[in-house]
C-alpha cells in the first residue's frame, strides 16, 4: 500500500500530539504556555478528525 498525502499528515499530526503531551507536563497551570498548549490541542484533535474522515472518504488530494 502506498502511503497517501493524507496518511503522511495523520501520522505527522500524531506526533506532534504525543509531543505536546510530553510537553505539557512541564507547563505551569495559568502562564500563557499552558493557554497556548491548550489551543494546538483542540487544533490537533480537530485536525486529526477531519484527516481520518477525509481517510474513510478516500478524498483525493494532490492525486489525478
Do not use: K
Amino acid at each position: 500500500m502506498r502511503p497517501t498525502v493524507l496518511s503522511v499528515l495523520l501520522a505527522l499530526d500524531i506526533v506532534l500530539l504525543v509531543l505536546l503531551a510530553i510537553g505539557f507536563r512541564f507547563v505551569e497551570p495559568g502562564t500563557a504556555a499552558h493557554a497556548i498548549s491548550q489551543v494546538s490541542l483542540g487544533v490537533i484533535v480537530l485536525t486529526i478528525i477531519a484527516l481520518v474522515v477525509a481517510i474513510r472518504r478516500d478524498v483525493r488530494v494532490f492525486e489525478p
